[in-house]
């Protein structure tokens, strides 16, 4: 159980901290209001786990008869879940597609929900808070160093994430 939840939450926060990197970096008036205003760092963090969700699909199984959308799910039944395609309902919230670091993303799914809700979520977004914030601060002029089709992505035992983030900024 240890090596699982090392691994897991290393390999997703790993990610989530390069992902959101890139995101920020493909946004630049998003990278922008963060580097101009790093108390953002809180909503910004909540918002890059709801418009990356590294962590897709989770498979469970119905515990009770239940009816969504007019289907009826028996107990017993399996169903996947797509934490992202739940993060980027527009019902929830609106234009989904776009980043917004000043969305208050509250109640997204980007760690699962209820009994199987991720142990380390606290821990990731610490982590995430003080990554962020402290990159932008050391690296001013932190911008790609591809074009940002040339980003290599990876999905690996449902972990979404890049396989490389190639950078580069100017040296002072």
Do not use: K
Not at 17 to 28: E, K, S, W, Y
Not at 32 to 52: F, H, K, M, N, T
């Amino acid at each position: 159980m240890g090596g699982l939840l090392l691994a897991a939450g290393l390999d997703t926060t790993a990610n989530m901290i390069a992902l959101g990197t890139f995101a920020l970096l493909r946004n630049l008036d998003q990278l922008s209001a963060l580097r101009a205003e790093p108390e953002l760092a809180d909503q910004a963090v909540e918002e890059l786990l709801r418009y990356l969700t590294v962590a897709d699909p989770a498979v469970r199984t119905a515990l009770e008869d239940v009816e969504v959308e007019g289907q009826l799910i028996r107990a017993g039944d399996t169903v996947t879940l797509s934490f992202q395609a739940a993060n980027r309902d527009p019902a929830r919230f609106p234009e989904p597609d776009r980043l917004d670091l000043r969305r208050r993303a509250v109640g997204h799914v980007a760690f699962g929900h209820g009994a199987h809700q991720c142990l380390g979520q606290q821990l990731a977004r610490v982590e995430m808070r003080i990554a962020l914030p402290a990159l932008l601060r050391r690296f001013p002029t932190l911008r790609l160093a591809v074009d940002p089709s040339e980003v290599p992505l990876r999905e690996q035992n449902n972990i979404y994430g890049v396989r490389a983030l190639p950078v580069t900024w100017d040296e002072n």
